[in-house]
């Protein structure tokens, strides 16, 4: 005895005393209630640790990609500025003196040219322009402009030139003073030497450069910043911090901290990331109330689980109810039968295993004193239908004789079209009256279909041009009987081929790789579509010789199952084409048996 058997057996034994409400609920209780309770509680008490575990590592892995972000899209502003003040080009033309119009209008032409179209690459440039101090060179408003008391960014020009060209820094970027929603970038014009020609300005929109990385970070439960290297915040997720110090922001308090550590109990921590420009992407996150809304979320599948649990128990013990019921109404009549009451019977209204229970012993007294009846018809009709197919039958020797007799005569006359006429009928019948084989090869049913076109050339001669196109591959190869002749026969019977001028029926024999397949075209008169679909989707009934495409369709499955294939296509008063495909068999197929066909 294995141990399966052996735990079967203690089970059964434990359990043999209760009635089967109590072993549906105690099995209910230990398979579903108790290992579902206790792995939503343990799935939820390991998902809450593990989500907290994992926050401040997606909220760094958030942080680090958005600096990423930042940089790349910060070096892009800065590769346009450097590029444009470092070109040689232009700081010679700023650094010479001119003596007239013509070399100037070069000098803007060339600006124009290198520097008014790479300004238009990047998105959220608004104005771009390169400033200079050399007298002998034209501002034209566009490009190149003269430091003067026009105002720029809050400042004047002459202001801000000055203070740009005392500052360490070549590239620089700042807000705008009378514009918080406006950065300047700015780079100094250097030669070799140290010597400072001009200063590149850049305007850019803040909202299109940084607002799409600073919408509700962290989903609302966190504020980002960007600090550069003098403690300036240069963006951030609360607008009106954009531009202040360090020192005068609500990240103050932070800054310095040790970074994921909570200042004040208040439940922030600070994540900070350094990127190579010298700026920091500076993260603070209200851990708090992120693991509220993650407390809410285990809450609220405790809460499912828990309903839908105890639905489960409201449902089971509807349907324990019904069971039993209904058991017990069954042995009430069980009784009955045991008793010599033939007649009791169940009232069924339900569908499932018990009811067919309950039809079945409705069947079962119902049907005891008919049963000797059935089987006596059963044997009845078997034998009328054994007699109908011996009626159904044939003598091809009487045939054959009968052929025989009247082609000797027609020899006997000389009647050369009685004589091919008759043994086109002897070829014809040899395979139709040949009942025992219901499958022959594919040169026998070519043979068959030949003898039929034959008596058909005798009746209309001259109408009809019968094309053969065979594959001599396939002779060999087997068939089932009488799949081709029915399909011709249409042709003459229901295709109205003989009335047609230049008549003509092609047929088609080929092997395609592991199938043969079989087509009959003819331009007769062609179907129209009505007729076409119902004979497509088997409704229809027409037949050929007694042989309708039912019946070929019928017998294809019967012998090849879904590799047997039967189309037709027509097109009405121009032409049909009818396609049968079968295996390959180079042995004699057999009747397909339940699944295979």
Not at 8 to 14: D, F, T, V
Not at 217 to 231: K, L, W
Not at 564 to 593: C, H, L
Request: charged share 25%; proline share 2%; with cysteine.
């Amino acid at each position: 005895m294995n141990l399966r058997q052996r735990i079967e057996k203690s089970i059964i034994r434990m359990t043999r005393s209760m009635n089967l409400r109590s072993k549906i609920v105690l099995f209910y209780s230990v398979i579903v209630f108790i290992p579902t309770v206790l792995l939503v509680l343990g799935a939820g008490y390991m998902t809450l640790h593990i989500v907290r575990a994992n926050y401040m590592l997606t909220i760094k892995e958030a942080v680090r990609q958005s600096a990423q972000s930042i940089e790349f899209r910060k070096q892009s502003y800065d590769l346009l500025a450097t590029r444009t003040a470092t070109d040689g080009e232009l700081i010679s033309r700023l650094s010479r003196d001119y003596k007239d119009i013509s070399e100037q209008l070069g000098t803007v032409e060339y600006v124009d040219r290198s520097f008014l179209f790479t300004s238009k690459y990047l998105p959220g440039i608004e104005n771009f322009r390169i400033y200079h101090t050399n007298d002998t060179l034209v501002q034209d408003g566009g490009l190149l402009w003269k430091p003067e008391e026009r105002k720029l960014s809050g400042l004047t020009e002459q202001v801000w030139y000055q203070e740009r060209f005392r500052s360490q820094d070549n590239l620089m970027w700042t807000n705008a003073l009378d514009d918080k929603t406006r950065l300047v970038v700015s780079h100094k014009i250097l030669n070799a030497y140290g010597d400072v020609y001009g200063i590149v300005y850049l305007l850019l929109n803040y909202n299109v450069v940084f607002a799409e990385s600073f919408d509700r970070p962290f989903e609302g439960a966190g504020q980002m910043y960007i600090v550069d290297g003098n403690e300036q915040i240069i963006a951030s997720s609360e607008p009106d911090e954009i531009g202040s110090r360090l020192s005068a922001s609500s990240l103050s308090p932070y800054w310095g901290s040790p970074e994921g550590t909570a200042v004040n109990g208040d439940g922030r921590v600070l994540i900070t990331q350094k990127i190579k420009s010298g700026w920091t992407v500076a993260a603070l996150v209200h851990l708090d109330r992120m693991e509220e809304q993650s407390t809410r979320i285990q809450y609220s599948i405790v809460g499912v689980i828990a309903f839908f649990l105890l639905l489960s128990i409201f449902l089971i013990t509807i349907v324990l109810k019904n069971v039993i019921w209904r058991i017990r109404k069954l042995g009430v009549r069980m009784t009955d039968i045991s008793e010599g009451y033939f007649e009791a019977t169940v009232k069924n209204r339900d569908n499932d295993e018990l009811g067919e229970l309950e039809l079945l012993f409705n069947s079962m007294s119902g049907r005891l004193g008919n049963l000797v009846k059935e089987h006596t018809e059963a044997v009845l009709k078997e034998r009328e239908q054994s007699f109908r197919a011996l009626q159904a039958q044939i003598n091809p020797h009487f045939i054959y004789n009968s052929l025989s007799l009247i082609r000797w005569r027609a020899m006997d006359q000389q009647d050369e079209i009685q004589v091919r006429t008759i043994d086109a009928l002897t070829t014809f019948y040899r395979l139709a009256l040949n009942n025992r084989v219901n499958v022959t090869r594919i040169r026998d049913e070519i043979e068959h279909l030949k003898a039929y076109v034959e008596i058909q050339q005798l009746r209309y001669p001259g109408q009809v041009l019968v094309e053969w196109q065979v594959d001599p591959d396939v002779l060999d190869l087997y068939t089932i009987k009488l799949i081709l002749q029915p399909i011709v026969e249409n042709c003459y019977l229901h295709g109205g081929i003989t009335t047609k001028q230049h008549a003509f029926i092609q047929i088609t024999i080929q092997r395609l790789g592991d199938t043969v397949q079989f087509e009959v075209f003819d331009n007769g008169q062609g179907i129209d579509s009505e007729k076409l679909q119902r004979i497509r989707s088997g409704s229809y009934t027409g037949t050929a010789n007694g042989f309708g495409m039912n019946n070929i369709r019928d017998r294809l499955t019967l012998y090849f199952g879904s590799a047997g294939r039967f189309e037709i296509n027509s097109m009405e008063d121009e032409w049909t084409a009818v396609t049968v495909q079968i295996p390959v068999y180079e042995e004699s197929p057999e009747i397909k048996k339940g699944d295979e066909a």
